[in-house]
Every structure is written in structure tokens, then in C-alpha cells.
């Protein structure tokens, strides 16, 4: 779903050590729908809006990145497995998996989530929406 | 650098969505896609889904079968559970994508007293994607085609066509059903014919696509000329199985659900069209559920091929192949679009425009909201109008009358939720 574009406006979203404490908030802001994320050190803010059907992207869980291992030397796989250092956004409408960090599609790097700018200002989490 | 002024602004956290969650919330940006692009359309759902395992106790009941009954009864409060008298494989269902799609199975919260909770879901799921009805089918008895017990299959089939015709759909006036066909046994499923054919609430004919039965086979002659006098229409519902043969190569479900929802319809097709059954019964009309559309074209370039170059196997055809099938009824759902260049070709061929009819799928994991018509830069206004409803209404014979809430009034009943 298209939001309606909107002159950039700088809001707080609220503290830092408050906020961190979740892996994920999913904020409504004056109707803008926007997921803030931690993980480690970084923050990521994603449009709320699935590029494929326009879902609630961020309402859905986070998972580990899976993974098909293989070994180079014999081009054999023993199988899939986790990736526990990588977090995926998972759109619960059709399961669409979106790395946390890049917000790039797991298999499809030519869909990605629409970002939305975020700092740490004072401690504050400020975000941009335009 | 701090900024000079940060905006006020009203803000609010929204709720994860899970097993648990109001199909309102889950559904939320669908009503959105309503009010912005179809609130004034008539649409019509072909194809959503009953979890009837959730109500499998109220199913058994009715088997009319005393040792089925009890037998099933017995299942229920024992290892079987849900799933009691059924053939479906536990281990092998996949749909969640190991949970991380949360509406398929899900159970619906706050259902008013008195109310059914299959009946608040399937209304809530309407008013939210802006659907005036909804046509429901079974999920778990999508896989009774391949039941080792032809007995039970025609023992649940009476028991669930009970259930949804005279317990369900009385309760909502927007709810239709086609009545389930035990094809394994012909004599039970003219004889459900006769039942229902009548029936205010019953659209039309419904046999599960997984099986192995060859549909030409002379053993439904009758029943096919029984349903074409009553005038609705017989729908095949495709599915999957894992454990037919021909895929017992793929090891993964996403590969196996994409070959074998797409092989059923393929096979019943082929079926149909080489032994002249468009000619034997002209007037039984044809609808083909749940395979996509991308398998249309293949099938009608393939079969026109191989008929050209042998006319002595199909002497009974009068026109090419796929001339009979862009006369037959198609669903949407699964509607694949990852190549625009191909669906509009795709919807061209078939006659889009007159022969598809938009299907949900819900609350199934790959379900599609009626803004993958909308969305279509190709399709002419017109065209999604008949696409999302009113083909449908000229094959059922439906009353084109809104039925649905307005999205802005959907929209207001979770304030803040969603």
C-alpha cells in the first residue's frame, strides 16, 4: 500500500534504553505505520508495507536466516540450517522473509523494504517520515 | 546534531500478529485497499475455506453411518483427534512455513455468545477484504479423493454437506457453499445431487481435483447429465499430495504444492477435453479451482499441439482445445504475477475478462486479497469489476445488491488495533 507522501518531519519516538529492550516496536505515527528495529548495536526503521501485497510486514515475527549448507571441496549438501547470527522480518500476510539489517528480500535482492531514516539523537530514537 | 524542532505527533504501538489475533487485524490493510480502490465494487469470494478440523466434532455427529460415527467419535477423543476418520498426514502439513504465517489455522478470538465461531470468522474476513459473498470449501477433506475407505469418504461428505447447508450457512445470508461429491462412490454423489440441486444456499457441485479417478470414465455419465440439468455449475477444487508417486522426487513442500495443485486440474482437463465431454454435455458449465492461472496457457498450447497431429484419438472434438477451455470457468488464487507480460498474455488467452472469477483462498497460507485484481495495470476497470464479481454473479445467478459494510465502517469497529 502507497502512503501518501508528506512533507519530511523529524518525530521521537521515544528513548533508546526504553525501546531496545524489544527486538522490534511497530509504531503508528499520525497513520504512518513504521517497524523500528535493534539488533546489537544497530537500529533499522521499515515502512510497515510488504512490497509484495502491501501487508503489515513488521506485525509479523523475526527468525533466523535459513540456510542451505554446502560443501565447497564436494558441492554436497548435508542440508538447511540456521543462520542465528542474522534476523529476518517475516510478513505474516504471505511470509515474505526481509533482512533485518539490509531489508532485502532472502532469495529476490530486487525486493526491499521501503527504509525510513533513523538516528539516536540525546538518546532519543528520532525517525524522519516524509 | 540534535534537530532545530521535532514534530508533535500522536503515536501508538501496533500488536503482532499471531494464531490469536481478530481477522479484522490481520486483514486491516485489506479494508484499507478496499476503501481506496473498491469499496463500490461487487465482489465475490469463489473460494475461502472452512478449518473444519475445528468443528470436527460437530461433523462426526452427523455421519449418518452408526459404526462410522462411533468409530469416528472414538477417534476424536483419542489419538486421532481432529483428524479422526481422515487421511490427512500430520507431519507432512507444511502451510505455516513452521509458523511464520500465522492465519493458516488460526482460531478466531472474542466470538459473541451464541454465535458460531466459524460463521463471526468467515464475516469478519468478508467485511474486512470488502467482500459482498464468500463461497466456502472444506480444507483437511481436500485430500478424501485418496481415502483407502471409499465409504468414508461418502460418510463425511453426507456428514459435512448436513453441517454446511443446514447448520451454517442459515446463519449469514452472504455465505454459499457447493456441495461436496464422494466421486470415489458415483451412485452417492447422484444421490447428493438430487438432495441439494434445489438447495437456496447451494451454488454448485464441488469435487476434490486429488484423486485418481479418470473423470470421462462412463460410471458419471448420469452424474454429470443430473448436474447440468440442475444448472450449476461443478467445480474441480485442486490440492496437493505429497504422497502420489509423482512427487515423491521433491523434498521440499513449496516445490511439491506449486507441481501438484497445478498436475490434478492438468489431468482432469486433459480428461475431459480429449474424450469430448464439452460435446456430450454442452451445458454443464465447467470451473476449475484453485490451480493459478499460469498452467492455462501451457495446457492449451500443449494439448492443441498433440491434437493437431493426432485428430484419430480425439475424434470426438469439434474445436481445438483450448477454444473448449476459454469456454470453461477458471478461479484466480493462487494468481502468479512476477512477469505482468505473461499474466496479461495468460488472461487473454483464457478470457479473463468473461471466464475468471477472483477467488481468496482464505485464510490459507497463500491467499491473495482482491487487490491483485485491482493492481493489474492492464486490466480495464470493467474487466476487474467482472473478475472480482460479476462473473461470478452471472454463473451463480446472484443477486448483484451490495451485501458488504463500507470499509470506513469496518475500519472503525477496531479503533487503534490494527
Redesign the interface.
Known sequence: MTEAPTAPRQVSVGALATLRTKERVVLDIDGQSVGVYFLGDEIRAWHNVCPHSGGPVCQGKTVARTLQAIDPATGKSPGLTLDRSSRMIVCPWHGFEFDLLTGVHAVDTKTRLRPVPVAVVDGDVVLTLG | ???T???K??????????TRSDTRD?L??AT??AR?DYDDYFVVDIDAHVSEDHFWGEVIELIDNEYLRDLGQSQLRSFAGNNALLNIVPGLSHQS???????QGRREPDVPQGEHPFVVAARRSMDAMGLDYQIVFPSAMLLLGMHPQDEVEVALARAFNRWTVERILPMDERLKAFVYLPFNTPEACETLVAQYADAKDVIGFTVCSTRNNAIHADCYARLYAMIEESGKPLAFHSGYHWGDPSFAQLNRFATMHALSFTHYNQIHVSNWLINAMPERFPKLKMLWVESGLAWIPFLMQRLDHEVLMRPSEAPGMKRLPSEYMAEMWYTSQPMERTNMELLEATMKVMKAETQLLYSSDWPH?????P??ITSLPFLSEQAKRNILGLNAARLFNLDIKPKKPRADAVLATRPGR?
Open positions: 546534531m540534535r534537530p524542532q521535532l514534530d505527533a500522536r503515536i501508538r504501538e501496533l500488536e503482532e500478529i499471531g490481520v486491516a490493510r484499507m485497499q481506496r512455513v513452521g509458523g511464520r504465517i500465522t492465519h497460507w497463500d491467499w491473495d486479497a487487490s491483485v490494527s
